[in-house]
């Protein structure tokens, strides 16, 4: 799982409020090369919750980018880009889980799947 | 500019959606958005619309190659230079087609090649060369060269009188002459088909179809197309082919997590072709989607054949929980909270497309299109239906194909035209709910599975009711 898929999910438990972010267990993480397009990230800058991939990138041993929120005008910066892209597309968690803030239950991730199917009660 | 496109005869309702979806990626409706979306075609005269010649206005050649090279049905775009009901016609048309429009093609440092096609029949190859002799009017200058020419010149002869091509006949001879502008690389299908496939599923999408729907949306590189049925990805490989970013869920786990092995998996799909791996691959399910509140406008495109009941059922959440009055409500105990399966329930159609259209008005950006397959059951010759309709879509394409006799699926192209409001996403929340209180009612309605397969439906009775007529068609051109 890359940390843009972790930026775009929560827990749909029934009854919870706060289900974003999910907090990252780690058991293994890998990196894997992934061509990078500089539109793409452009792209997705504004769709990104940016304190969530900040946080998640640090759990995930990589702390390059910035705390807050960065301008648009990063966006010019190749050196911001090869950052973001890193963070966002290359970092996998392979093995581990994703927490629900609210109420701890924990969908795991296996093989860099995250499981996110709920039980009967949950839904 | 007028151009003759020859489609290949295959597959007759995707032909014209697929190329204007391809002039609209490449930019023939940005001066006019408020078009219509579609091209000026024309018909060669007596043509039948099923015929594989139509004639296409285009703005210039560039577009032109750039739409006939990505697309997969187009045999070829020419540049007419001339066309006759005999040869001695021809030889005038083309005699006094503007010079400055051949002179550059006919150099003599250049190479060409030409070919004698026809649809219908087969010309000897005794005919084709003295066909090609006869064209010695035009002054070429150029070395001919048939594995790598430069320049290809067509001669096509459509009569296919008194031949069974699956069209009714034409009565004019038609004969047309012109330069290969571009075309189709069919050498993809082979490259992609199915069988070559390390991983593959019941279901796994057919390698042409799924080239044209990622064409129907529009694919390109810095794009993200999400199919929420994923399956083994066969939809998303073509996606990922002409460069676009992929991500993909599917409600089972064993599919997209761990496949036939480690060599023998999604991944590994992606990774025969030397494809970009998917974004990401998730076990979700569509009709509880995990994405964050106030998430949206992420996907340029979502391509899917959802899971219609007739090959594969769909399932969703919930399982025995729904079942209400059959079962107590059940709770997990929490020592087997770990590793519990939880059971699924099965997913109506309605349900299902119901819930992708809200998925794509929410999570598609503005001009986003949603492409997948809807299921129609046919027992009349004309397809009237009425497709499933969202306020922030727009229909511009569908494409049928037929499957047997009782059942089509239909290719629906959708672009998004509005802004997912408040009072939109309220009115599907509340559907929602409909369908979840009222399960049992929802799978009995609209049961495909029986319809199609059962044997009592569009019988015999039905045929010798109507005795003395012939009850198949000769003709019904979309089983092509």
């Known amino acids: 799982m890359r940390l843009l898929t972790h930026n775009m999910l929560s827990s749909n438990i029934k009854g919870v409020i706060n289900g974003f972010p999910l907090r990252i267990e780690v058991e293994k993480v890998v990196e894997k090369q992934v061509d990078f397009n500089p539109d793409f990230l452009k792209n997705m800058f504004s769709k990104i919750d940016w304190k969530a991939l900040a946080d998640a990138s640090k759990i995930m041993g990589y702390a390059e980018l910035p705390e807050e929120v960065p301008d648009a005008s990063v966006l010019d910066s190749d050196e911001f880009l090869q950052k973001f892209h890193h963070a966002l597309l290359e970092l996998h968690l392979e093995e581990g889980a994703l927490v629900c803030p609210e109420t701890g239950r924990r969908f795991p991730v296996n093989k860099g799947i995250p499981n996110m199917l709920l039980h009967e009660d949950e839904v | 500019m007028w ?120 010309i000897s190859f005794k005919d084709q060369t003295s066909r090609i002799q006869g064209m010695s009017y035009i002054p070429f200058k150029g070395r001919v060269d048939l594995r790598n020419p430069e320049h290809k010149f067509w001669l096509i002869e459509t009569d296919d009188y008194e031949s069974n091509n699956g069209l009714p006949p034409i009565v004019d001879k038609r004969i047309f002459f012109g330069r290969e502008v571009g075309g189709a690389d069919r050498s993809l299908i082979p490259t992609y088909q199915l069988k070559s496939r390390t991983y593959l599923g019941p279901t796994a999408m057919d390698a042409e ?240 599975h029986n319809a199609v397969f059962s044997s009592d439906f569009l019988g015999s009775d039905d045929l010798d009711s109507k005795s003395g007529k012939d009850p198949k068609k000769k003709y019904r051109g979309k089983y092509v």
């Open chain 2, 3 to 122: 151009y003759l496109c020859v489609f290949y005869h295959r597959l007759l309702d995707y032909r014209k959606p697929e190329f204007e979806s391809l002039a609209d990626l490449f930019g023939v409706f940005d001066d006019n958005p408020s078009s219509s979306h579609s091209l000026e075609w024309k018909l060669p005269q007596h043509h039948h619309p099923d015929s594989p010649f139509h004639f296409v206005n285009l703005p210039s050649e560039d577009i032109a190659r750039k739409i006939a090279n990505r697309s997969i049905l187009v045999k070829g775009v020419y540049e007419i230079w001339g066309e006759g009901s005999s040869y001695e016609e021809l030889k005038e048309a083309v005699n006094s087609y503007p010079d400055d429009r051949k002179l550059p093609y006919l150099t003599p440092d250049s190479t060409f090649r030409i070919i004698v096609d026809s649809f219908g029949k087969a």
């Open chain 2, 209 to 448: 179809v799924a080239f044209l729907m990622a064409n129907q949306a529009q694919a390109m590189p810095g794009k993200l197309v999400y199919d929420p049925f994923v399956g083994t990805g066969s939809i998303l490989v073509a996606a990922a082919h002409f460069g676009a970013m992929t991500m993909g869920a599917d409600i089972d786990i064993r599919v997209v997590r761990d496949g036939r092995g480690p060599d023998c998996n999604v991944w590994s799909n992606f990774k025969q072709y030397g494809l970009q791996m998917p974004v990401s691959l998730l076990r979700a399910d569509n009709n509880l989607p995990p994405w964050r509140p106030g998430l949206k406008e992420i996907f340029d495109a979502i391509i899917c054949d959802p899971p219609y009941g007739v090959r594969a059922g769909g399932r969703k959440s919930g399982g025995r929980k729904l079942l209400k009055g059959v079962v107590g409500p059940y709770t997990v105990p929490d020592d087997k909270r770990t590793g519990h399966i939880p059971s699924t329930a099965a997913y109506s159609l309605a349900e299902c497309v119901h819930d992708l259209l809200d998925l794509a008005a929410k999570m598609l950006v503005l001009g986003g299109r949603l492409v997948y397959f809807y299921p129609v059951l046919r027992d009349t010759d004309t397809l009237d239906v009425d497709f499933p309709k969202h306020p922030c879509f727009k229909l511009i394409a569908s494409c049928e194909q037929m499957l047997s006799y009782r059942y089509s699926r239909v290719l629906l192209t959708m672009v998004k035209v509005g802004a997912y409001t408040d009072e939109i996403e309220e009115a599907a929340r509340v559907q929602h709910l409909e369908f979840k209180e009222n399960h049992v009612k929802w799978m009995e309605e609209g049961n495909l």
